[in-house]
């Protein structure tokens, strides 16, 4: 099963942008996933092409027409998930990201202007996906990362399986400080335990570090990590050690 993707978008010519180089552009070249850019444009109905109108209520910018998204969106569905970038959509983890790998690809719908008329997404059962607390000019770059994290986790992709296992967020923690050579830099060496050849002590050590870090960088996180890890296995709450 190939992992495919649609982008509808008002610029196609925005993709497969730097998917098309590193890992995610020879994993393109090699068929282990595809890429299909829509137009939006192209389901107008009008001599204009027209994809958008006034905010019902008024207001400023424009917003883009259900019955326009509904005709490219419905010209492309099958079995895959339809998801629309917009920051008011459910934060993207990791965790969600795996599920989309596992699966047969995703419809991708970019936003521009002041967003998408409401009724599209309970009309078209659309998933909202955020990247992050932030305004972008257009949902093409949260669509570029959205792929980006899914197709690197696609079997074949990355040259060693394993090396995912241990980055941030896929055990809940920001991944532990990484160096390499020189064992030297400006004064800086690299921990002693690291170069020790004591593997017991390295794993203990950056265990330590990612979960230092995570409580130092991001607390969030940390708090989550602590709230899942106790709980047992079947949700009851294990006691810790303080109490």
Not at 4 to 27: E, H, I, K, N, Q
Not at 92 to 117: K, N, S, Y
Request: proline share 6%; net charge negative.
């Amino acid at each position: 099963m190939t992992f495919t993707a649609t982008v509808l978008t008002l610029y196609p010519d925005m993709f497969p942008g730097p998917l098309g180089v590193s890992l995610a552009g020879r994993a393109l070249g090699e068929g282990k996933w595809s890429l299909q850019a829509v137009n939006i444009r192209d389901f107008a109905t009008d001599r204009h092409r027209t994809v958008d109108d006034t905010p019902a209520g008024g207001g400023a910018g424009m917003v883009l027409r259900a019955d326009v998204l509904a005709a490219a969106i419905d010209a492309v569905a099958d079995d895959r998930p339809v998801l629309a970038m917009t920051p008011r959509g459910t934060p993207l983890t990791q965790e969600r990201v795996r599920d989309l790998a596992a699966g047969p690809g995703v419809t991708i719908l970019c936003g521009r202007f002041e967003g998408f008329d409401e009724r599209i997404f309970e009309g078209r059962g659309i998933e909202q996906v955020s990247i992050g607390d932030y305004i972008l000019s257009g949902g093409e770059m949260g669509a570029l990362v959205l792929l980006d994290a899914c197709i690197r986790l696609l079997p074949g992709v990355m040259g060693a399986a394993s090396s995912g296992v241990d980055e941030s967020f896929e055990t809940g923690l920001l991944e532990y400080p990484q160096y390499t050579r020189p064992v030297e830099w400006e004064g800086r060496t690299i921990p002693e335990v690291l170069r020790s050849g004591d593997h017991a002590r390295i794993e203990a050590w950056r265990k330590h570090m990612a979960e230092t870090d995570t409580r130092l960088r991001r607390p969030d996180l940390w708090e989550r990590h602590e709230g899942a890890r106790v709980q047992s296995p079947s949700g009851a709450r294990r006691q810790t050690k303080d109490e």
